[in-house]
T-cell receptor, first 111, second 112 residues
């Protein structure tokens, strides 16, 4: 069925270190993979996305990589800062155009 | 450019009642999706509308319904409310079905 797994569920890193969150999807025809950041008490916000015809995309300190063969994609945050602390959700747009979210990763950046 | 507007922000209802939530998407956005967010279940897909047509529906009971109007505004309705329906209901809009969402601030529904 439609499912997006996301790991880890919680992640603590020291300020300045890198953070990596990985998601695995089940629909081999999925073609769009966005990432959202949700700060406490706020709405989710799109931070980066990647389409199935691209292997990697970068935007300043964040990057997303996609491995279609293994059906997984990852979010990489470098030089983490306290303001990066939030819950991060990956998502997958399936072949039926449903956008299914992963369960979220709570990232804490320790100053 | 105004963002996605959801009303009301907070609602308290009694079990058995019904409720209607409203969402006004960003001007020009024709796709509107609804999600239920709870601490234990994350973001659960409810439905998606595009040009007044429901394109997809999640795995929720028939008590949950929605519609989209010609101006792209959308409403969702929950009938015969249960305690488990207490959640943050988020609406998201996008220009087309192949672009990322802009979320509204949500409606916090509490069923007592």
């Amino acid at each position: 069925g439609e499912n997006v797994e996301q790991h880890p569920s919680t992640l603590s890193v020291q300020e300045g270190d890198s953070a990596v969150i990985k998601c695995t999807y089940s629909d081999s025809a999925s073609n769009y993979f966005p990432w959202y950041k949700q700060e406490l008490g706020k709405r989710p916000q799109l931070i980066i996305d990647i389409r199935s015809n691209v292997g990697e995309k970068k935007d300043q300190r964040i990057a997303v990589t996609l491995n279609k063969t293994a059906k997984h994609f990852s979010l990489h945050i470098t030089e983490t800062q306290p303001e990066d602390s939030a819950v991060y959700f990956c998502a997958d747009k399936t072949s039926y155009d449903k956008v299914i979210f992963g369960p979220g990763t709570s990232l804490s950046v320790i100053p | 450019k105004a963002g996605v507007t959801q009303t009301p922000r907070y609602l308290i209802k009694t079990r058995g009642q019904q409720v209607t939530l409203s969402c006004s998407p960003i001007s020009g956005h024709r796709s509107v999706s609804w999600y239920q967010q709870t601490p234990g279940q994350g973001l659960q897909f409810l439905f998606e509308y595009f040009s007044e047509t429901q394109r997809n529906k999640g795995n929720f009971p028939g008590r949950f319904s929605g519609r989209q109007f010609s101006n792209s505004r959308s409403e969702m309705n929950v009938s015969t409310l249960e305690l488990g329906d207490s959640a943050l209901y988020l609406c998201a809009s996008s220009a087309t079905v192949n672009y990322g969402y802009t979320f509204g601030s949500g409606t916090r529904l509490t069923v007592v």
